[in-house]
């Protein structure tokens, strides 16, 4: 059974590394590694490789998502809500569409801020690309009041609009019992203008604690890192792929002596 992930660049992903630990631990007779398309049409020649037999599955990170969904034949309303996905499944020639990010983001914060119950309460999301639009979508359906703030408020509103969530100004920091930080880069927010009870999430992993985490853990505040969100998504991946749970091992220790960080 061959699966992995698909992104450029790819080298620094930890996915290969999780998912070879569980199937390790499973004791199946499966491979997973990274697959890096130089570009679209490469990409569309691995799923089409999928498509003929050779892939069981296909996890896809940047810049491919929105393509997988658009090379798929049938997609979850998840996927379709995000317009995008991070799985690509395949059997008897067709190709099936998903996204669990969203599930990772919660599964996130279920984690490391079990004490934030999301629903009816204030949620800022910085950012407006496809991370974004996945945590947009998820903390929508959690029931939380999302707001979304970007530098760019053309892009604000049309993924706002698409999504049912508002565009907010940075005055709407103060009042979020969430900021979560779907940037490629830190976000350079005043922290003091957050609530004391405040959570902040951000969605990179490299490095593990990211500026943004840093400045609200020096006020005192919950953080959560991306590291769980990427263990998160993984986790319904991983069953989607090979029909079973993964095994319970700690992936997050082996994770983080990659990273260079302390378990």
């Not at 049409?41 to 003929?52: T, Y």
């Not at 949620?123 to 939380?144: C, E, M, P, S, T």
């Not at 490299?206 to 991306?226: C, E, K, N, W």
Request: net charge negative; aromatic share 4%.
């Amino acid at each position: 059974m061959l699966a992995g992930v698909a992104g450029q660049p790819i080298a620094h992903s930890l996915s290969p590394l999780i998912h070879t630990a569980w199937i390790t631990a499973a004791g199946l007779e499966a491979d997973y590694r990274a697959f890096a398309p130089a570009d679209a049409a490469d990409f569309a020649a691995l799923v089409a490789d999928g498509r003929a037999g050779r892939l069981r599955g296909l996890n896809v990170t940047a810049p491919f998502k929105e393509q997988a969904l658009a090379l798929a034949d049938e997609a979850s309303a998840t996927a379709m809500t995000c317009g995008s996905a991070n799985l690509l499944l395949f059997g008897d020639g067709q190709v099936r569409a998903d996204s669990t990010d969203g599930a990772g983001l919660m599964a996130a914060l279920a984690e490391q801020a079990p004490q934030l119950d999301v629903r009816g309460q204030s949620v800022v999301v910085l950012g407006a690309g496809g991370a974004a639009r996945a945590a947009v979508a998820a903390l929508k359906a959690a029931g939380a009041n999302v707001g979304v703030l970007n530098r760019t408020r053309a892009r604000a509103e049309a993924l706002a609009g698409e999504l049912g969530a508002a565009v907010v100004e940075v005055t709407a920091l103060s009042e979020a019992a969430l900021v979560v930080n779907a940037l490629s880069v830190s976000p350079g927010i005043d922290v003091s203008r957050l609530r004391d009870d405040a959570v902040l999430m951000d969605m990179t992993y490299r490095p593990l604690i990211t500026s943004f985490l840093m400045q609200g853990r020096s006020r005192g505040l919950a953080t959560v890192d991306g590291l769980a969100m990427l263990i998160g998504q993984a986790r319904p991946s991983f069953q989607a792929i090979f029909g079973i749970e993964p095994p319970a091992i700690d992936v997050r220790a082996a994770a983080l002596t990659a990273l260079g960080e302390t378990p």
